[in-house]
């Protein structure tokens, strides 16, 4: 818990000024940390092919997380779905180059993977230069749903919410977390307001509340399924990039696809 605490302190201390200050610097620190992310998903699947699959994966990569809707190549302009289709065929085409050692297992796993982290970033940035009360906004959401999950679930947590994926997590928890979460973007839109009426974000904060905690299952179940413990080191004491932003990640992909900003 110490660790987890002084990591959490010193965390804050080195990240909030740059999302405070956003444009270059928050977009650079966005993109090591996506690329850690990616890299901690392919160690997950195959630990013996992290250099080579990871290479497959970069250029497209960064096509996703690169801060603009189109991306110009010669006369062609090239969007999110091209790119994410042109790296399917190109992932497709590797199965026949190498004789099927690269399998068509392989292949959905690391198309899925990019696109995983790839948009969630990407989205990460838009919200950010869309102006910072959107992202404070989600952040505070979520961390909010996760202390009022901690503290309600300690208090009232008896029965199990989803045992065979995370047994720590309860459904007194997940409630809890919801109230937090309706009280924090309450007090929220008091304090910094939206043009949004309090219901509406009443609405959204129940939305990331339970898209986070879906979430946070999402990973679970991955390091169930690979039979781990942490994603990755980066952060002592809370795991790697999936471990750390595993919430973020699948409400940001949501949050897109309803267009929040």
Same mark, same amino acid.
């Given at each position: 818990? !110490?660790?987890?605490?002084?990591?959490?302190?010193? %965390?804050?201390?080195? &990240? $909030?000024?740059?999302?405070?200050? %956003? !444009?270059?610097?928050f977009i650079f620190v966005t993109f090591i940390l996506a690329l850690?992310? $990616?890299?901690?998903?392919?160690?997950?699947?195959k630990p013996d092919e992290i250099l080579s699959y990871f290479i497959f994966s970069i250029?497209?990569?960064? /096509?996703?997380?690169?801060?603009?809707?189109?991306? *110009?190549?010669a006369n062609i302009?090239?969007?999110?779905? #091209?790119? @994410?289709?042109?790296?399917?065929?190109? =992932?497709?085409?590797l199965t026949v180059f190498t004789k099927n050692k690269f399998t068509f297992n392989d292949a959905g796993f690391l198309l899925l993977a990019t696109m995983y982290v790839g @948009?969630?970033?990407?989205?990460?940035?838009d919200i950010r230069l869309s102006g910072l009360n959107y992202l404070l906004f989600i952040l505070f959401i979520i961390w909010s749903t996760d202390s009022g999950a901690y503290f309600f679930g !300690?208090?009232?947590?008896?029965?199990? @919410?989803?045992?065979?994926?995370?047994?720590? !997590?309860? &459904?007194?928890?997940? $409630? %809890?977390?919801?109230?937090?979460?309706?009280?924090?973007?309450?007090?929220? *839109?008091?304090?910094?307001?939206?043009?949004f009426s309090m219901l509406t974000i009443i609405l959204y904060a129940l $939305?990331?509340? &339970? &898209?986070? *905690?879906?979430? #946070? =299952?999402?990973?679970?179940? =991955?390091?169930?399924?690979y039979d781990i413990k942490d994603a990755g080191k980066l952060?002592? /004491?809370?795991? /790697?990039?999936? #471990?750390?932003?595993d919430s973020l990640i699948f409400v940001l992909l949501v949050l897109s696809i309803i267009q929040f900003v």
């Amino acid at each position: 818990m !110490k660790t987890r605490i002084i990591t959490a302190i010193i %965390g804050l201390i080195i &990240v $909030l000024p740059i999302i405070i200050y %956003g !444009k270059i610097p928050f977009i650079f620190v966005t993109f090591i940390l996506a690329l850690v992310g $990616l890299f901690e998903l392919i160690r997950m699947y195959k630990p013996d092919e992290i250099l080579s699959y990871f290479i497959f994966s970069i250029v497209f990569f960064i /096509g996703l997380i690169y801060p603009s809707e189109l991306i *110009q190549i010669a006369n062609i302009s090239l969007s999110k779905s #091209d790119i @994410l289709l042109l790296f399917g065929i190109f =992932l497709l085409s590797l199965t026949v180059f190498t004789k099927n050692k690269f399998t068509f297992n392989d292949a959905g796993f690391l198309l899925l993977a990019t696109m995983y982290v790839g @948009l969630s970033f990407n989205y990460l940035i838009d919200i950010r230069l869309s102006g910072l009360n959107y992202l404070l906004f989600i952040l505070f959401i979520i961390w909010s749903t996760d202390s009022g999950a901690y503290f309600f679930g !300690k208090a009232f947590g008896k029965k199990k @919410l989803w045992p065979e994926i995370s047994p720590n !997590k309860t &459904v007194g928890g997940a $409630l %809890g977390g919801l109230i937090a979460a309706v009280i924090v973007s309450i007090i929220f *839109q008091l304090v910094y307001p939206f043009e949004f009426s309090m219901l509406t974000i009443i609405l959204y904060a129940l $939305l990331i509340s &339970v &898209v986070g *905690q879906v979430g #946070d =299952l999402v990973a679970s179940a =991955l390091k169930r399924h690979y039979d781990i413990k942490d994603a990755g080191k980066l952060f002592p /004491g809370h795991g /790697g990039v999936l #471990d750390r932003l595993d919430s973020l990640i699948f409400v940001l992909l949501v949050l897109s696809i309803i267009q929040f900003v």
